[in-house]
């Protein structure tokens, strides 16, 4: 069975920070077409011409999309990571750097003809009112919410508004024949991006992070805390997946595991300007043993921490050569909503490397290097990496390190790039494995949401029928899926997707953590 090549640039999650573009558009004193051709500026060209065909064109033209169009094309000529982002989808960004959101705090879908909560946050509003996941919210302040199709946008309009105004809802709950009413008041709710911290050993504790917002460095204090106090001297930092973020979070950070007066980064602008960046305090893991997890999505702010700890000889990085995101964003209002974000320098590790990937041949080129990398081999071999001497570095302790285009793992795993898995990589990310389990936990509710974690992990298990109805569930979503040869880890990603619905993205880790092979490699060089 091969793989659709349709579905291989979504396992490839890039999530890299949105890029940006220069310029404002000035009004246009005269309609005429001398005044227009006798422009002497390069900028006063570009806006004579969009107020020209606003003033003149033969037909009723939409000057904002020429705008967002002439924008795009300016942006497309620059670099893959200077990019516009429109009104409708910078809150939305902001909002998840920001790291919190004024809600109710659940996570929800449309489901058929109602609104179904997957997953109540823990702590949140809607918790600690007694909402549970399964329940169906009917009503809001008596806007019905059933019956109709509502998308994403509008309930969100619904259900947020300010800290402490406050929301009736009339909730729907399987085994209750009445509807049952809360009073819901609206709190600042997190958006995690620790998404897991535990022990994987006696020792080796565990934290993934997802993006670098503004609150991670937070987050992550907190968890590693955690984690020492239950007695962890080896820490496993997970930044597979990661496409980056705030650099001020990936800098605090990798302080947390150096000595003070060691060098972070440095940036170079195109005047030259050099800015560097030091560890300014004591860590509090700087006697610890770290090992750094990455792999070919892992860019930008992950590459910084990649980079700092691996140039200043501390710890081991494992896992495969990561995206290779090299250039520093910034971003500009342009004062309707939107906003561009511009490249505005480059960042290097502390040895000199610039890890920033080629991108002359174009963006698609650019962002399609890692179907190049899986036909190449590099995935399946360190031997296929293709590295050159002119940009070979040596760490103060003499390793030898490459820039070039992402980072280079001291320790290589190989990825498992069998079709099989690919498929069921593509469905995890897809979303069609969250529906299959929230159909599969909504046969009996009630029992479901009664389990403790550790009753779940005990009493539940997946049969083979229900890798079997997995499998036709997805035959009809155009994935083809065989049980023969991977019947026990479909099980036990169908398991961990239930507790992650159940329990939240910590009990995911755990359980897929189980048969990770870069998560067995770690324990097993921990242990040594």
Sequence with gaps: MKLKKKYVPALFSLGIVFGIILGSFLNFGTSSDT???????????LNKLIDYIDYEYVDTVNTDSIVEVTVNGILDNLDPHSTYIPPEELKEIEENMKGDFVGIGIRFYPYKDSVAVIHAIEEGPSAKAGI???????????????????????????????VNTSVNLKVKRQGEE???????????????????????????????????????????????????????TQLALDLRDNPGGYVSSAE?????????????????????????????????????????????????????????????????IIGRRSFGKGLVQREMSLGDGSAVRLTIARYYTPTGRSIQKPYELGNKDYFEDYLERYENGELRS??????????????????????????????????????EIQNLNYLLRSGDMRMFIFEKLE?????????????????????DASVEDFISYAKIRGI???????????????????????FGNNAFEQMVNQDDAIIQKVISISAN
């Design 252 to 316: 605090a950070i990798a302080d947390e595991f150096l000595e003070k007066n060691k060098l972070i980064l440095f940036t170079k602008n195109k005047t030259g300007k050099i800015n560097k960046t030091y560890s300014n305090r004591g860590g509090i893991f700087e006697d610890g043993e770290v090992f750094i997890l990455i792999n070919e999505n892992s860019a930008s702010a992950s590459e910084i921490v990649a980079g700092a700890l691996q140039d200043n000889d501390k710890g081991l």
């Design 132 to 162: 549970r996941a399964g329940d169906r919210i009917v009503y809001a302040d008596d806007i019905p919410l059933s019956g109709k199709t509502i998308d994403d946008d509008s309930l969100s309009k619904i259900l947020k508004g300010r």
């Design 480 to 502: 083809n899926l065989r049980a023969e040869k991977y019947k026990e880890v479909y099980k036990s990603y169908l398991k961990a997707t239930m507790a992650k619905q159940l």
């Design 35 to 45: 005044a227009f051709f006798s422009a002497n500026s390069k900028k006063e060209k």
């Design 178 to 232: 009445e509807l049952i009413s809360y009073r819901v008041k609206r709190d600042i709710v997190p958006i995690s991006s620790v998404v897991a911290s535990y022990m994987l050993t006696d020792q080796l504790g565990y934290i993934k992070i997802n993006r670098f917002a503004e609150s991670t460095y937070d987050e992550f204090k907190t968890a590693l805390k955690a984690l020492k106090a239950n007695g962890a």
């Design 382 to 419: 360190a031997d296929s990496i293709k590295v050159a001497d002119s940009l070979k570095f040596k760490t103060p302790l003499g390793k030898v390190v490459y820039g070039g285009g992402g980072i280079i793992p001291d320790v290589f795993v190989p990825k498992n790039i069998d079709y």
């Design 443 to 463: 046969k009996d509710r009630p029992y479901y949401n009664s389990l403790s974690l550790e009753e779940f992990q005990n009493e539940i298990t997946i049969s």
